[in-house]
Every structure is written in structure tokens, then in C-alpha cells.
């Protein structure tokens, strides 16, 4: 039996979609933002550790690898 090839692709959260789009300079919409902050102020969090902190017990918002102080932080920087 022939083995069948799987691709797995990831999808990105909204959140980290709109991190994104706002760290390449597009900018977000009002909409956006408000959504944005709203998934950092109820965040899912994931097993990962935010890859900017020093404190190891920070943990990070689901794909994005921020907690949510550098998520916010990502968020207005560009405003």
C-alpha cells in the first residue's frame, strides 16, 4: 500500500494576523484594533513561554509567542 502524503498547513490566529499586518506597516483598521485588544485583554494562552520576556512564568498568547504586555506593546508601537 502506497503511502499517501499529507501536508498540514497552520493557520494563524486572528490575533497574530493582525500583528502582523500591523508590524509590515499596513496598518489596522479601528475594527481591527479593537478586536486585537479584545483577544489580548480574554487571551488563550498556549504551553509557550513569551520569547521576549525574562521571566520564564510569563506565558504566551496562543501562535503569537508574546504575553500579552508585549502583545499589547506590538500592537500600539506602530501607531
Given at each position: ?43 488563550k ?22 504575553c ?12
Open positions: 500500500m502506497p503511502l499517501e502524503k499529507t501536508t498540514q498547513t497552520t493557520q494563524k490566529s486572528r490575533l497574530q494576523h493582525i500583528l502582523e499586518k500591523n508590524s509590515s506597516g499596513k496598518g489596522v483598521t479601528s475594527e481591527e484594533y479593537k478586536e486585537a485588544r479584545k483577544l489580548i485583554l480574554n487571551p494562552y498556549s504551553d509557550k513561554k513569551c520569547c521576549l520576556c525574562f521571566n520564564p512564568m510569563n506565558k504566551s498568547i496562543y501562535d503569537t509567542e508574546l500579552p504586555p508585549h502583545a499589547f506593546y506590538e500592537l500600539i508601537r506602530t501607531k
